[in-house]
């Protein structure tokens, strides 16, 4: 198998012959380095390595460059090898286009120069990026292909799994010819969709998350029947508490019912979290710490949906919906909240064929050359109207406040106002939608004057609210009046609601009314609602288990 190709691309001779020199040192026996003078002449190197099959793993582009400057190198490559992964080198004085940069090309990291030594500042940016692109799936690789309609909600609730599980495919609309072939040879209409066609040949019509999570690889049944610590929910609070619980030799399993990340895994770019100062997307973060957790020992159950939790003696056992069971002797409620659906409007026919609930950040793509609604005025929706700007014709910010300071962090709302294509309308909601099969249009109100405009849409997303998704506990953990779970020095205050404390001691910060039973992240009453947070109460309830365990 030819090796992968390490590409540098700087005018500067002396600095071109100095970095292909130091990452041959490193690098020349498991990669191949290539090095160009200008962006033109890296795009013909990169065209016949396009040419033969072989893969890039990782760009190196000089931001200084006569002609052709990096970031458009780089924005040009992406098309050939979207895979690869993207390193501007920078002077000091350039920082601040390397950081705008991080938006045009989804930018991996910015260097500076020089890097002396390489030891230090450049082989510890190259191992991670490696890393990161070896454990990519491989998108030419065989591939599952999902069969559907444009404007299906089952056939976008494949994709949205698929994607969100980082598992490849190959959309197929229906009425294309290989779409219509591959209908007919599984003996089923355009009405069927979707149908999916795994790498190794398996047909499935219209499958579950289930079927789908045990045909793409992913592991849905536990291996043991009994845990020191089961995390329900892999959002950042319970990746955190599956990855220090397994570190620290407890037996773990990490139960989610839908994809490693929740809510942050959908965010298109996270720029505030500590230790990533180029920002780094809600997929890879959810990703490496899924990696993490597995290393460590952690067992993952993907697509696996917890509908009970009962204690029983000194143990908790915990119902799946398929009628299997495990115990534990505790566990971690890190299940997040889900965003609100929009109230008081006829949507709900066009949800998944035009309104979307989240990011759906892999449609992007579709949105080119049109106009995109965007509900919201925190973070995700900041994120999300940044990204969808980089495709769609125009991004609408629908803010139902006066404006985005009370909820949005700063450098996002300075992005929002640097970028032209981005409309931000203050005071405004979505009344009502219209369409055939799917969204056409809107009709948007000021709730200030009750004045209505309608206008052509057939993308809206919505970002609004917080639903913590816990009546599935059926009232055993006290919960607070919305729903979020009550820990700690919060549970007195529930009075009358709150089922009995049965222990001499008072229950631990994170301890629900249930001994052994902890709540971290969204889903907790009162916590602050940021991915470094959630992450931080992942990592202390596991402190607390052992606290409780070694009281047992």
Not at 449 to 464: K, M, P, Q, R
Request: aromatic content about 8%; proline content about 5%.
């Amino acid at each position: 198998m030819a090796k992968a190709t390490i590409l540098t691309v700087d005018d500067d001779q002396g600095v071109s012959r100095a970095i292909a020199r130091d990452l041959r040192r490193r690098y020349g026996d498991r990669f191949r380095v290539l090095r160009a003078s200008s962006g033109d002449e890296a795009l013909e190197a990169l065209r016949e390595v396009k040419l033969r099959g072989e893969p890039v793993a990782v760009m190196i582009a000089d931001y200084r460059m006569p002609a052709m400057n990096g970031v458009q190198f780089l924005e040009t490559a992406m098309d050939l090898f979207p895979q690869a992964r993207r390193v501007l080198l920078t002077a000091y004085a350039d920082t601040g286009a390397a950081i705008d940069a991080i938006n045009v090309v989804d930018l991996d990291h910015y260097l500076m120069k020089p890097w002396s030594p390489p030891e230090e500042n450049l082989y510890p940016v190259l191992d991670t990026l490696l890393d990161l692109w070896d454990a990519t799936p491989d998108l030419e690789a065989p591939e599952t292909r999902v069969v559907g309609h444009r404007w299906s909600a089952p056939s976008f609730a494949v994709r949205e799994f698929l994607a969100r599980n980082l598992v490849p495919y190959r959309w197929i609309a229906a009425d294309e010819p290989e779409g219509a072939q591959l209908l007919r040879a599984a003996g089923l209409t355009t009405a069927d969709v979707p149908l999916v066609v795994t790498s190794d040949g398996k047909v499935l019509h219209a499958p579950t998350e289930a079927e789908l999570a045990e045909h793409v690889g992913l592991s849905t049944s536990p291996a043991a029947d009994f845990y020191d610590v089961v995390v329900i929910g892999a959002g950042p609070a319970g990746l955190g508490a599956a990855v220090y619980a397994a570190s620290e030799g407890l037996r773990t399993v990490l139960v989610e019912r839908s994809a490693t990340g929740g809510q942050a895994g959908q965010s298109s770019r996270i720029e505030n979290y500590l230790g990533f100062p180029d920002g780094v997307s809600g997929a890879q973060l959810a990703d490496r710490a899924r990696r993490q957790a597995a290393r460590f020992g952690a067992e993952i159950l993907s697509a696996t949906e917890v509908v009970a939790l009962e204690a029983a003696g000194a143990g908790r056992v915990l119902r799946f919906a398929g009628g299997t069971s495990i115990g534990a002797h505790t566990v971690v409620l890190a299940t997040g909240v889900s965003y609100r659906r929009l109230a008081g409007v006829n949507l709900d026919a066009y949800t998944s064929a035009g309104v979307f609930y989240g990011s759906a950040a892999f449609e992007a793509a579709n949105c080119r050359g049109d106009d995109v609604y965007i509900v919201g005025g925190a973070n995700s929706a900041g994120q999300a109207a940044v990204y969808f700007s980089r495709y769609a014709k125009r991004v609408h910010l629908l803010v139902r406040g006066p404006d985005l300071t009370r909820s949005m962090s700063h450098y996002l709302i300075q992005q929002i106002e640097a970028s032209p294509n981005i409309e931000v309308h203050p005071c405004t909601e979505v009344d009502s939608g219209t369409g055939e099969g799917h969204l056409e249009r809107l009709t948007l109100r000021d709730n200030r004057t009750g004045s209505t405009t309608t206008v052509d849409a057939s993308w809206l997303f919505v970002f609004i609210g917080a639903e913590p998704q816990t009546e599935w506990l059926g009232g055993l953990v006290a919960c607070d009046e919305r729903g979020f779970v009550l820990t700690g020095p919060d549970l007195p205050a529930a009075g009358g609601r709150s089922p009995r404390w049965p222990l001499v001691r008072s229950p631990y910060h994170l301890e629900t009314s249930v001994p052994g039973v902890f709540a971290a992240g969204d889903v907790r009453a009162e916590s602050v609602k940021r991915v470094a947070s959630a992450v931080g109460e992942g990592a202390m309830a596991v402190t607390l288990v052992h606290r409780y365990l070694e009281a047992q």
